[in-house]
């Protein structure tokens, strides 16, 4: 028996070739008694391990290697914990060596083993160097009977003189031996993998690694009969020694809730009543209905039994701070279940008269800690963030890690230049790509543009490629999910410093930080948050009767009406092209229906073939039945179809007979989307127990297929009643305030699926003046001008692309003491470089006193010698920009927003143009008719659904056109859809509804029409 003590997993970047899975599970087979998972100066892939240990019960040992810095040399250690201090020592010093370096490096010198380390074990990794000794004697002063020294062997032809070199140094040290191998994979296939992550880190290609590639694939999971061939049976032996002094186990981990969010002298349960019912008197200033007072009291009493009152006054706290702020904020997720989270602030959604159960966000019987995602406005999400820093310290809180993996570009990217690939081939290949491809359409592209070579490198080429996917390529930090803690956080997990100035992220994602139960709090940025708060302040700028949240009227049929129509552009979540379509069909007239809207239009819903049912109940078309009683309680609100997340899994207990236990590990397999889950391991278990209760084999599949569908993206109810709150307040204030509305959204760019360009365009059909930028005028941000009889939207200096806003305030300032009277008047003030100034020319900011750009342009170029010598010129010969160059001007300067042209309106009467349908006359065409459209392509979007289809958005001077583009034309029109900017279509029209689209039969593109056009479309998944 073995056990291996010296294992690195993908983890170490760019050198493991193999999970950390993959080698415990493969350890498992080969009979060891224990594996030590070691990466380098890392804990990332221990979770991993520890996931995989428990499946197939062999004993996981904690550990890491670090490189030590002794003077000029190196040495190598590996260290590895046997007690729950000793992971802690560990942890520390990965943290000490990771916080002193950049972002992915570390530094670690001999001085740094001197304290701290008392009771961990360490196997050094002698490297045959003259300064081996005294390495030795040095570590031996440190560890003293915690040192062995770790023989190493690769079948290489000095191996003999390396063993008895190592056994010389051993008795010179007065130290024990013991077996290593150095593992970088589980299986020697994983050779040339391991070649090619080589050449990746070092820059090169495999051909010219020289030493630093590994001369043969001995460093893997090695079966038991081959160890016991190469080593002692006492290295052998010592190996287990080892491992049964190693008595950690994960499962020892422990979260500490901070502590200082509560006062003193009172308990966290008193504390967190206390605020409760503070915030219920001001949810419900006429006392506390009795209903939501019985709510809150078992919540509470929940919330004891469990010991989660500091979780709760965490989030409070920082929820608190940010309102504290003026800083909008609302919790999402499961928290709109809990009246506790509604009396403290953190959702907006009531759950007295929402029918969400409380039970899924906190549930005794799945013991398992709640989640509260909490979106805070992001443009000034960082002060949220800086306060958590400030309020706990770097050293009791970090964020939680995400790990980018390699995707097809990446990898095609890598690969290829380690395989020596000239770069015009990768780069033409990468291009040949769609987003959607699966990684077997290289070969189809590589055939299609004869892109060849011999047949052996490019097998593996393709193969690497296929190998590589999925492979960790560093740590990345999580868009805002913070691990915070009573102790410092590095004994419960390694911090290391993330890209991003005064960020420091912890080594685990969130997939770990849930498999250990550990509890972590998301703090997200979310844009609408912000285009809300800036609409409210310039609303309160001309009325007082609306300026929170709160005081937004709700239900208003005149704003169900408007989304009835489909006129959403811009508001949150309802936005897109599949959105607005179901908009006229599903018809909204209350909240609840807009947090099925918000879930319906999902891959899950839709690859369930859950949504035409529910439209034709909803429609009276189909009869609303349902199989038994318990199956109506849970699907009668939904009128007898499963639309969310939470009635899968309750339909798994009350239809197929599934545990609590069974279905939450349906709901994780759910949760992940595909990443790390499948829903196909739990067919026959719900097939049979459906059928076991009666019902029907076809009910039994279509429930399945549906319960499939989720697997892919579904919504829980309690996430979609928290947007649906935020889709409603946008559509208010899209309906009564338009231009605050628009000049909102196009202060907190970039966010949602629509360019300022198509924003304003929009504003301008719901007849909202738009005023151009203008030097006198403008704003930093786009502001709204009262001098109209309704407010008018100013557009603001930062659209001009190079105008900074340090530039702009300075303008601004100037002003308030003297308003510009002429270029020559704003370069005499000096507020900006010449290189500002000339962006502010090209946008027509000077349109005031020159609408000519070019005289303006020539004005601004002339000099003033301080001698008064100089004339100056008003250049009347000089003629203005024709339209064309107009366009190209703004769509260059000012971010693609011209109010005075559009490209379609100047192409309008060319052949094939003139023959095209506008938008705003398709609904006018006959039904299924043959119809030609054109226009800039705005937007190209592929759900996740089987069919494959792809909506393409097509702009013109009128308005969108959508249009349907099914798998037989994407393989026609492959590079046309994928480059094109300008696009001439034939096809058939459909329109119901109000909706019209036009499905594509011929594709041609025309961007040579206007060469100089330079436009970017929103491309999404």
Not at 191 to 212: R, V
Not at 628 to 653: A, Y
Not at 779 to 807: C, F
Not at 935 to 943: D, H, L, N
Request: charged share 20%; with cysteine; proline share 4%.
């Amino acid at each position: 028996m073995f056990a291996e003590l010296h294992t690195k997993s993908h983890y170490t970047f760019l050198t493991g070739a193999s999970s950390p899975e993959e080698l415990v599970l493969q350890s498992s087979a080969l009979g060891y008694s224990a594996i030590a998972i070691t990466d380098e100066c890392s804990y990332a892939g221990l979770v991993k391990a520890y996931k995989a240990s428990r499946e197939c019960g062999i004993k996981l040992i904690v550990g890491s290697e670090f490189s030590i810095a002794v003077g000029e040399q190196h040495l190598q250690l590996v260290l590895l914990a046997p007690t729950r201090l000793a992971y802690s020592e560990i942890s520390a010093l990965i943290t000490k060596g990771r916080r002193r370096s950049a972002k992915g490096e570390y530094s670690l010198s001999i001085a740094d083993l001197r304290f701290g380390l008392r009771r961990c074990l360490a196997i050094w990794i002698p490297k045959r160097q003259p300064c081996d000794t005294e390495h030795g004697k040095l570590l031996e002063q440190y560890f003293r009977d915690r040192l062995w020294l770790g023989v190493e062997l690769f079948w290489h032809s000095n191996d003999q003189q390396h063993y008895l070199y190592c056994e010389q140094l051993s008795r010179a040290c007065g130290t024990n031996m013991v077996a290593c191998n150095d593992v970088h994979m589980h299986h020697k296939s994983r050779k040339p993998l391991q070649d090619t992550l080589t050449a990746i880190k070092q820059n090169t290609t495999i051909q010219q690694l020289g030493k630093a590639r590994q001369i043969n694939a001995e460093r893997y999971l090695k079966p038991i009969s081959v160890l016991q061939h190469q080593y002692p049976a006492a290295l052998l032996e010592e190996s287990l020694r080892i491992a049964d002094l190693c008595h950690f186990s994960m499962t020892e981990l422990q979260y500490e809730y901070p502590r200082e969010v509560v006062p003193e002298n009172t308990t966290p349960a008193e504390y967190l009543r206390e605020v409760t019912y503070q915030g219920a008197a001001l949810r419900w200033p006429n006392g506390v209905p009795a209903k939501a007072k019985r709510i809150i009291e078992y919540e509470l009493g929940v919330i004891h039994e469990l010991k989660y009152e500091y979780y709760f006054l965490t989030v409070y706290d920082i929820v608190a701070f940010a309102r504290s702020q003026n800083i909008l904020c609302q919790g999402r997720g499961s928290a709109a279940n809990s009246a506790v989270c509604y009396c403290l602030y953190i959702t907006e959604i009531d759950p007295e008269t929402n029918q969400l159960l409380f039970e899924r966000f906190i549930s005794k019987e799945r013991n398992e800690p709640p989640d509260i995602d909490v979106d805070f406005e992001s443009q000034r999400r960082e002060e949220v963030i800086q306060y958590i820093y400030q309020k706990y310290s770097r050293k009791r809180t970090a964020l939680t890690a995400t790990v980018i993996t390699y995707r097809r570009k990446s990898a095609v990217r890598d690969v290829g230049k380690a395989l020596g690939l000239p770069l015009n081939f990768i780069e033409e290949l990468n291009r040949s790509m769609a987003w959607w491809d699966k990684i077997d359409a290289l070969t189809e592209q590589m055939q299609s543009r004869k892109m060849t070579f011999s047949s052996s490198l490019s097998m593996q080429f393709f193969t690497l490629v296929k190998e590589i996917l999925g492979t960790p390529r560093h740590l990345s930090q999580h868009v805002g999910g913070f691990l915070i803690t009573h102790s410092p956080t590095s004994t419960l997990v390694p911090i290391e410093n993330a890209a991003m100035p005064d960020r420091t992220i912890i080594q685990w994602d969130k997939y770990d930080i849930e498999i250990l139960g550990l509890l972590k709090v998301d703090i997200l940025g979310l844009g609408m948050l912000s285009a809300i708060r800036r609409a409210l302040a310039m609303i309160g700028g001309y009325q007082k009767q609306v300026t929170t949240l709160q005081e937004i009227p709700k239900e208003d049929p005149k704003v169900y009406d408007m989304l009835c129509a489909g006129d959403s552009v811009g508001v949150f979540q309802v936005e897109s092209r599949a959105q607005m379509s179901m908009l006229p069909r599903l018809k909204p007239r209350c909240f609840y229906d807009l947090v099925i809207e918000v879930a319906i239009v999902r891959p899950g819903p839709i690859q369930g073939d859950m949504v035409h049912p529910y439209l034709k109940r909803r429609n009276g078309e189909e009869p609303v039945v349902y199989p038994n009683k318990e199956i109506k309680m849970v699907l009668e609100r939904t009128l007898g179809i499963p639309i969310f997340q939470e009635q899968v899994i309750q339909l798994t207990m009350v239809a197929a007979g599934f545990t609590g236990g069974e279905a939450d590990h349906l709901r994780r397999a759910m949760a992940s989307w595909g990443k790390h889950g499948d829903i196909g391991q739990f067919e026959e278990r719900l097939i049979s127990g459906m059928l076991a209760r009666g019902h029907s084999q076809d009910f039994a599949e279509r429930l399945f297929k549906q319960i499939q569908g989720f697997g892919s993206y579904g919504f829980p109810e309690s996430h979609s009643a928290s947007f649906a709150l935020l889709v409603y307040v946008s559509s208010w204030l899209k309906r009564y305030h338009p231009a605050a509305f628009y000049a909102g959204i196009l202060n907190s760019q970039p966010m949602g699926f629509y360019s300022p360009s198509q924003l304003i365009q929009d504003a301008r059909r719901h007849n909202i003046m738009v005023l151009p930028v203008c030097i006198n005028h403008s704003d930093w941000e786009h502001s709204l001008d009262h001098s109209q009889q309704q407010p008018a939207l100013r557009l603001g200096l930062r659209l001009i692309k190079g105008v900074s806003e340090a530039t702009a305030l300075r303008i601004m300032a100037a002003r308030q003491v003297n308003i510009f009277s002429s270029i020559e008047d704003v370069k005499t003030r000096a507020l900006m470089n010449s290189e500002e100034l000339m962006k502010l020319v090209n946008a027509n900011a000077f349109h005031q006193f020159d609408s000519n750009r070019r005289r303006a342009y020539w004005q601004s170029l002339q000099v003033d010698d301080g001698l008064n010598t100089q004339k100056s010129s008003n250049a009347d010969f000089i003629q203005d920009l024709q339209p064309v160059e107009q366009l190209l001007a703004d769509y260059q300067h000012a971010r693609g927003v011209s109010l005075d042209h559009h490209p379609m309106q100047l192409l309008r009467n060319k052949p094939p143009f003139k023959r095209c349908t506008t938008a705003n006359n398709l609904l006018a065409k006959r039904n299924n008719s043959l119809i030609e459209v054109s226009g800039v392509v705005t937007g190209r979007q592929r759900p996740g659904t089987a069919s494959g289809v792809i909506f393409l958005t097509l702009e013109d001077e009128t308005g969108n056109i959508n249009v349907v583009l099914w798998k037989s034309i994407q393989d026609r029109f492959r590079q046309e859809i994928l480059s094109g900017r300008i696009l001439y279509i034939k096809g058939s029209l459909e329109h119901q509804h109000g909706v019209a689209n036009v499905v594509a039969g011929y594709i041609e593109q025309l961007d040579h029409a206007l060469p100089s056009l330079k436009t970017h479309s929103r491309n999404f998944h």
